[in-house]
């Protein structure tokens, strides 16, 4: 019998795969999909104070090796998100909310709210490339620690941060120190890589209409970034801090990969919105063949395990 299941914070998955948080996770009808499917837990969309809009259409297009998305944290506002927490629970799966704040009181309020709620896990999305005029904040290392110290003062719930890309080694060593010296569980490495353009050269026009067409890249095209980021903080982060790998997982390869650089669970953006649910049990049983052959019994057996060449 080959075991995918994963543990975090405490909280058993049965699959290692879930979705990430941002497609197909925003409604109740959405989230309930989500439950019932093979899917190890559910990540709902990262939600505000206030119910938000999002930012004007097009703002998401399917693109041949991935996505653009300029969304705009589109959500139904964090109350929503707690009411439905304990419906979402019958179904038996880990229960993680997404949060997103302007600033650190906005995620402070936030985190409170939900210390009372039958959410199991919260994770701070420090990474979102989309409002305009906001960066991201994981690219400002002073807001981030801010951040992070104010959660681990509030938070009575194991809580991760969603990291964006690191493309330098100096800026993975500086992130790291921060997360080893806060009392986060986990990271979710990576969101989408921030503003990339797509171009439409027979209409001369951009592809998606927020931000003069600059949006967050998703799906095949970001999957050496994203095992980068997962092999790297594997590196440099404390034991004690699992890692969420996301970025490009199609298949059981892809998955086999991010497990073997580090990762302790999976998550799925682009894939899961191209596939719908049934993407969960397909990528979990490519996974368990490619370790049945193999030889693994198990994810302990071959995580973290990537050789180098001497
Ligand atoms: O809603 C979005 O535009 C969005 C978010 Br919050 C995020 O974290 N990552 C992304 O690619 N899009």
Request: contains cysteine.
């Amino acid at each position: 019998m080959i075991d995918i299941s994963a543990n975090l914070s405490g909280f058993n998955f049965e699959s290692c795969i879930m979705n990430a948080s941002g497609p197909l996770d925003t409604t109740l009808e959405e989230l309930t999909d989500i439950a019932t499917s093979g899917a190890g837990g559910i990540v709902m969309k990262s939600c505000t104070l206030d119910v938000r809009e999002g930012n004007p259409e097009p703002r998401y297009v399917d693109i041949e090796w991935g996505s653009i998305n300029s969304m705009g944290l589109p959500n139904l506002g964090y109350k929503f998100y707690k009411e439905i927490s304990p419906k979402l629970k019958s179904y038996g799966k880990p229960l993680i909310a997404s949060i997103a704040g302007a600033n650190c009181q906005e995620y402070a309020e936030i985190i409170e709210a939900f210390n009372d709620s039958d959410v199991d896990i919260l994770e701070v999305n420090l990474s979102c490339p989309n409002v305009i005029g906001r960066p991201q904040i994981g690219y400002d290392f002073e807001m981030s620690q801010d951040i992070l110290n104010t959660i681990g003062d509030i938070s009575n719930k194991p809580w991760g941060a969603k990291l964006p890309p690191y493309f330098d080694f100096v800026h993975f060593e500086e992130m790291a120190s921060i997360l080893n010296s806060s009392k986060i569980s986990f990271i979710v490495s990576i969101n989408s890589i921030g503003n990339a353009l797509f171009i439409d050269w027979k209409k001369e026009q951009v592809l998606i209409k927020p931000k003069g067409g600059f949006g967050g890249l998703g799906g095949r095209y970001i999957k050496p970034t994203a095992l980068a980021n997962v092999k790297k903080f594997s590196e440099l982060l404390d034991k004690r801090i699992k890692i969420v790998g996301v970025g490009g997982i199609y298949n059981g390869i892809d998955a086999f990969e991010f497990i073997l650089s580090g990762a302790t669970l999976l998550q799925l953006g682009t894939s899961f919105s191209q596939e719908g649910p049934l993407i969960f049990n397909r990528v979990s049983k490519e996974l368990c063949d490619i370790m049945k052959g193999k030889g693994y019994r198990s994810l302990d057996d071959f995580r973290g395990k990537l050789k180098v060449i001497d």
